[in-house]
């Protein structure tokens, strides 16, 4: 069963660049989340989607982070425009629509930003 | 609002060695309850969920006392292999709860 796909692996941009990243969950997954991961934290949740719906973006920071998820399946999470403390690993992960369920990672991007 | 707070570590350990972990979570109405192993510069991946009569993996078991509203990973007969960050992570909120993530406790094992 193929995982979660992330791309691109690796992005480096100057600051007040934008950047897009781009996420396949694992299919029939309903529930999908992007993390931000700095070095040395643990994952922090940016959003959380249900098919196609917002269920939690209270930690996303909207003047500059935008993310959708059209047709329920992938996703793109954007920065625009980014800032030097953006930079941090960006994780998306899926879950099934079954309460008490695990996330399955995908294997990241890598944001630095100069 | 939605906290998880771990051991910061770092926790350096020969091999062989019992090293217990801990978490506590400020949401009571929490459901669901993980701990997920993350290797340097790799993703996070399930270790095990942790149910409330407690459950064991071989070497690891974990525990959960919800009137504490906290949360253990133990690890026996600790191996080289064990080495990584250890991450708590509970669901807040039901169905359509978030995972909410610790910020980990980082275990050497050395030989």
């Known amino acids: 069963e193929a995982g979660v796909a992330q791309s691109p692996r690796y992005k480096i941009i100057e600051k007040r660049q934008s950047v897009a990243f781009w996420c396949n969950p694992i299919?029939?997954?309903?529930?999908l989340y992007w993390y931000q991961q700095i070095l040395g934290q643990g994952p922090k949740l940016l959003i959380q989607f249900q098919n196609n719906g917002v269920v939690d973006d209270s930690q996303l920071p909207k003047d500059r982070f935008s993310a959708e998820r059209l047709k329920g399946v992938d996703s793109t999470l954007k920065i625009q425009p980014a800032k030097l403390e953006d930079s941090a690993v960006y994780l998306c992960?899926?879950?099934?629509?079954?309460?008490?369920?695990?996330?399955?990672f995908g294997q990241g991007t890598r944001l630095t930003v100069v | 609002r939605k906290e998880v707070e771990q051991d910061p570590g770092p926790f350096n350990v020969p091999e062989g060695a019992t090293v217990a972990f801990n978490c506590t979570y400020s949401n009571s109405a929490s459901q669901s309850f993980f701990w997920y192993r993350q290797d340097c510069r790799k993703e996070p991946k399930l270790l095990m969920s942790v149910y409330s009569s407690g459950n064991e993996d071989g070497r690891f078991t974990a525990q959960l006392n919800r009137a504490s509203q906290y949360i253990s990973l133990l690890i026996r007969d600790s191996k080289l292999s064990d080495s990584a960050t250890y991450l708590c992570?509970?669901?807040?909120?039901?169905?359509?709860?978030?995972?909410?993530f610790g910020k980990g406790t980082k275990l050497s094992v050395k030989p």
């Open positions: 299919s029939g997954h309903a529930t």
């Open positions: 992570v509970v669901n807040y909120g039901g169905s359509q709860g978030n995972l909410i």
């Open positions: 992960a899926s879950s099934p629509y079954v309460p008490g369920t695990e996330a399955f």
